[in-house]
């Protein structure tokens, strides 16, 4: 059964309402899944100018990995959840976008699914997702960010890529996403390494927090009962299982075409 959401301190505004913008009132896996999207690729933000406030939402991927997920994918489950038609488009600095403003979303988010404003810094995973007993919520949830933030490689000291083993890495400098990231994962039976590492950025050490999945056993488990949905990941996937291995830094088309998927 569905947890069933709180939505008594959301209100909608005149274009929420003229533009038949709906709310879900339960914790679907879809609803789950955009969580865990956002998390990783959204900005949510409420601007106070002189007459009016502006509630933007903007979702922003790589251009050429990723546009087929954002066209095909995202704005889709937008629709889906929200009754909101989005467009994706390319900008000037390499990604793709979706950007649109909702009164009734971002309260919806905020106050009924614990999603906090960004800048994200210092965040936690909402509880009605953490303290889920569903497996498919935490597991949709975990797809989500994945599709985002995490990274699907393939390691291994040989310097043929046959000898390669996957990995699913994530990284982070929030300990508390850190921390969350790794309860869902033990919680859904994974087994992960962790630990913390320094980076250097301006001349200046900063902590950042390491998960990996690593192993073909792992990757297969994961596969069955987490998945991704972003098909920059799943046509690494792909040409992994379908030749043994993969080469770094190939882009999306170069792998399509290696699995003979023709586009249009």
Same mark, same amino acid.
């Given at each position: 059964?569905?947890?069933?959401?709180?939505?008594?301190?959301?209100?909608?505004?005149?274009?929420?309402?003229?533009?038949?913008?709906?709310?879900?009132?339960?914790?679907?896996?879809?609803?789950?899944?955009?969580? =865990?999207?956002?998390?990783?690729? =959204?900005?949510? #933000? !409420?601007? #106070?100018? *002189?007459?009016?406030?502006?509630?933007?939402?903007?979702?922003?991927?790589? *251009?050429?990995?990723?546009?087929?997920?954002?066209?095909?994918?995202?704005?889709?489950?937008?629709?889906?959840? $929200?009754?909101?038609? !989005? !467009?994706?488009?390319?900008?000037?600095?390499?990604?793709?976008?979706?950007?649109?403003?909702?009164?009734?979303?971002?309260?919806?988010?905020?106050?009924?699914?614990?999603?906090?404003?960004?800048? #994200?810094?210092?965040?936690?995973?909402?509880?009605?997702?953490?303290?889920?007993?569903?497996?498919?919520?935490?597991?949709?949830?975990?797809?989500?960010?994945?599709?985002?933030?995490?990274?699907?490689? $393939? /390691?291994?000291?040989?310097?043929?890529?046959?000898?390669?083993?996957?990995?699913?890495?994530?990284?982070? *400098?929030?300990?508390?996403?850190?921390?969350?990231? /790794?309860?869902?994962?033990?919680?859904?039976?994974?087994? $992960?390494? %962790?630990?913390?590492?320094?980076?250097?950025?301006?001349?200046?050490? &900063?902590?950042?927090?390491?998960?990996?999945?690593?192993?073909?056993?792992?990757? #297969?488990?994961?596969?069955?009962?987490?998945? $991704?949905? *972003? %098909?920059? &990941?799943?046509?690494?996937?792909?040409?992994?299982?379908?030749?043994?291995?993969?080469?770094?830094?190939?882009?999306?088309?170069?792998? /399509?075409?290696?699995?003979?998927?023709?586009?249009?």
């Amino acid at each position: 059964m569905y947890q069933k959401l709180d939505l008594s301190d959301v209100s909608w505004s005149k274009n929420d309402i003229k533009n038949a913008i709906k709310l879900p009132t339960h914790l679907t896996e879809d609803l789950s899944h955009f969580l =865990g999207i956002h998390y990783g690729d =959204g900005y949510m #933000k !409420v601007q #106070k100018r *002189s007459k009016r406030i502006d509630y933007r939402l903007i979702y922003s991927g790589h *251009s050429i990995n990723e546009q087929d997920w954002y066209e095909n994918y995202i704005s889709h489950l937008i629709k889906r959840l $929200f009754n909101k038609d !989005v !467009v994706p488009r390319k900008t000037v600095k390499n990604t793709i976008r979706i950007y649109f403003c909702s009164k009734a979303i971002i309260e919806f988010l905020n106050k009924a699914c614990e999603v906090p404003y960004s800048p #994200k810094i210092n965040i936690k995973i909402p509880s009605i997702v953490l303290e889920s007993e569903e497996f498919c919520i935490k597991s949709a949830f975990l797809r989500g960010l994945a599709d985002t933030d995490f990274s699907l490689v $393939f /390691k291994g000291k040989c310097k043929k890529y046959s000898n390669h083993k996957p990995t699913i890495d994530h990284k982070t *400098s929030d300990i508390r996403l850190h921390e969350d990231i /790794k309860k869902l994962l033990s919680d859904l039976d994974f087994n $992960f390494c %962790s630990g913390r590492t320094k980076n250097f950025r301006k001349g200046k050490a &900063h902590d950042s927090y390491y998960i990996q999945i690593n192993g073909k056993e792992n990757l #297969k488990k994961w596969m069955k009962n987490i998945g $991704f949905s *972003s %098909s920059n &990941h799943l046509t690494k996937y792909e040409v992994w299982k379908k030749y043994g291995f993969l080469v770094p830094k190939t882009d999306i088309h170069r792998r /399509k075409s290696l699995l003979k998927i023709f586009e249009p």
